[in-house]
Nanobody, 119 residues
Framework: QVQLVESGGGSVQAGGSLRLSCAAS????????MGWYRQAPGNQRELVAS???????NYADSVKGRFTISRDNAKNTVYLQMNSLKPEDTAVYYC?????????????WGQGTQVTVSS
């Protein structure tokens, strides 16, 4: 099993910044892609950004140029630096890890962290 623990959420005014962290523990061998998703009330969960184990990144159009995803493979941790935040970024942000090698392959999710952006 893989456990994911997110931190760094909170409340901020529009234009502000937050940095989310997600630390993976447990059976971390074989984790490939890691990513951040978000879900606002009444909406489906959507991809925000993802990063492969060779640090190739992918971003939703709505966050390009404002958010940066990075990872530290030695620490099994992925980060999301969020700048120029907008009220529409308000959501619960979830970390996801895809394990493709070893035992118990599959997708793992964190518990979520709330991000609230006020205008």
């Amino acid at each position: 099993q893989v456990q994911l623990v997110e931190s760094g959420g909170g409340s901020v005014q529009a234009g502000g910044s937050l940095r989310l962290s997600c630390a993976a523990s447990g059976s971390t061998f074989g984790i490939a892609d890691m990513g951040w998703y978000r879900q606002a009330p009444g909406n489906q969960r959507e991809l925000v950004a993802s990063i492969s184990d060779d640090h190739t990144t992918n971003y939703a159009d709505s966050v390009k140029g404002r958010f940066t995803i990075s990872r530290d493979n030695a620490k099994n941790t992925v980060y999301l630096q969020m700048n120029s935040l907008k009220p529409e970024d308000t959501a619960v942000y979830y970390c996801k890890a895809k394990k493709i090698f070893g035992l118990q392959k599959g997708d793992y999710w964190g518990q979520g962290t709330q991000v609230t952006v006020s205008s």
